[in-house]
């Protein structure tokens, strides 16, 4: 089987798949930007929301299984839980935004390249129509890489700004949480004061 004359063949059924391909993308790309704008909005850092999920780890079975740990040690596993679940709910779909934004020209240079394979193809299938055969076909192929780098752009700057973003609320998250954690250990100072007082 000759390899060059399939992908040949391949080439030549021109590169419009390509471009309807970066557009897909490019909404997808749209809706993750706007979800992630709301997120961002809509769910801000709160010492609450952050010492309701240390409670929760402390009481689930991952702390159970810490049960020979001491206190301290388990409080302070519950508290780095609870800044990586927040991390996560964060940084949701923003490796999509990386990945396009760093893939979508390429995607649109494959484009062009299957789209030069094609006009250079029509210039020898109709050498008499001269350089106007192939430069039309390459002037269409561009177009890919132009989309392409029309989808990655915008990707990256959406990366870039809710990456800093999440690093922002990530410091906030991390001093939410050491106050989370002596409020904690100022509730367990209490409860052991209270049950040495009860105690004969």
Avoid at 20 to 46: D, G, K, Q, T
Avoid at 58 to 73: F, H, W
Avoid at 79 to 89: D, F, S, W, Y
Avoid at 106 to 126: C, E
Wanted: hydrophobic residues 55%; aromatic residues 8%.
């Amino acid at each position: 089987m000759d390899v060059s004359a399939q992908f040949l063949a391949f080439a030549l059924h021109g590169a419009s798949w390509v471009l309807w391909l970066l557009v897909a993308l490019s909404v997808a790309s749209v809706a993750v930007m706007i979800e992630r704008l709301w997120y961002f909005n809509m769910h801000r850092p709160e010492i609450g929301k952050v010492l309701e999920a240390i409670r929760d780890l402390l009481k689930s079975d991952a702390a159970r299984s810490l049960s020979g740990a001491s206190t301290s040690e388990a409080l302070a596993a519950a508290v780095e839980g609870a800044k990586a679940r927040e991390r996560a709910r964060w940084e949701r779909n923003l490796a999509f935004l990386a990945t396009l934004g760093s893939n979508a020209p390429f995607i649109g240079l494959f484009g062009t390249v299957l789209g030069i394979i094609k006009a250079f193809h029509d210039l020898a299938q109709n050498q008499v129509g001269g350089p106007s055969v192939v430069m039309s076909g390459i002037s269409d192929a561009l177009v890919s890489t132009a989309v392409g780098l029309m989808v990655a752009i915008p990707a990256v700057v959406a990366f870039n700004y809710f990456n800093r973003r999440v690093r922002a609320n990530m410091t906030q998250v991390d001093w939410m949480a050491h106050l989370a954690s002596a409020q904690l250990r100022a509730e367990g100072a209490a409860t052991n004061a209270a049950d040495t007082r009860r105690d004969p």
